[in-house]
Each structure stands twice: as structure tokens, then as C-alpha cells.
């Protein structure tokens, strides 16, 4: 069986619906509050590639963080270790399901990820 892992931040509002949206289906998933419990370089890189999606997709360029930070050309390993250092500049939702992810902007785009399962 497949393990479905939703990175989440409760204050966010698309994060909340996709978690519900989740829930409402039965979806068995694993919640995974990456402020809490950040996801290192590694992890980033690996969730990066599983996206299929350019790194920058990753990255939510609008918070203060990032901002301070000054990069107005990052390299993908700067955007890696600007995110793993700064979690709040993780974009949210993701669903992952190990071999494939999918960023819920808006929430119900995490539907396509467990079409194919």
C-alpha cells in the first residue's frame, strides 16, 4: 500500500482544504507539519525531482524571508538551502506519494495524485 504524506501548515487556509478535502474522500495520509518537523536539503531535492516540476516551484518567493535573503537569481541549491533553512518558504500544500507529488494550489490538484495510484 501506498504511503500518502501531506505537508501542511494549519494556518493556511488551501493547506486546511486540501486536509479536509482528504479526509471527506477517506484518504488515509500521513500529516507531516513541516514547520515542526522541516524537510532537510535532501529531502527538498528529492521532493523537487518527484514534482516534475523546476525547482523555483518549491519556493514561495512572496515571504519576508525570502525577501531578506537578497537572491534575485538563486541556483536551485540555493533556493534548496534557502527553503530547508527557512521552512515557511516551502510552498503548501504537497501531497507525496513517494514516487510522485503535487503541490494543492489550488487544493483539489492533489486529486490528479491519487487518480493514479
Known amino acids: 500500500m501506498t504511503t500518502l504524506t501531506l505537508l501542511h501548515n494549519p494556518r493556511c487556509s488551501k493547506s486546511?482544504?486540501?486536509?479536509?478535502l482528504l479526509e471527506?474522500?477517506?484518504?488515509d495520509v500521513t500529516v507531516r507539519r513541516y514547520l515542526d518537523d522541516?524537510?532537510?536539503r535532501e529531502e527538498l531535492?528529492?521532493?523537487a525531482a518527484r514534482l516534475d516540476a523546476p525547482t523555483e516551484t518549491?519556493?514561495?518567493?512572496?515571504?519576508?524571508?525570502?525577501k531578506a535573503l537578497g537572491?534575485?537569481?538563486p541556483s536551485e541549491a540555493?533556493?534548496?538551502?534557502?527553503i530547508a533553512e527557512h521552512p515557511r518558504l516551502l510552498q503548501r500544500p504537497i501531497l507525496d506519494r513517494g514516487d510522485k507529488a503535487v503541490i494543492g494550489r489550488p487544493p483539489e490538484a492533489i486529486l490528479a495524485l491519487l487518480e493514479t495510484r
Not at 518549491?58 to 525570502?66: I, S, V
Open 58 to 66: 518549491l519556493l514561495r518567493r512572496n515571504e519576508a524571508e525570502w
Open 24 to 27: 471527506s474522500r477517506g484518504v
Open 38 to 40: 522541516p524537510l532537510d
Open 16 to 20: 486546511r482544504e486540501a486536509l479536509a
Open 45 to 47: 531535492q528529492a521532493l
Open 78 to 82: 540555493q533556493m534548496l538551502e534557502a
Open 71 to 73: 537572491l534575485e537569481a
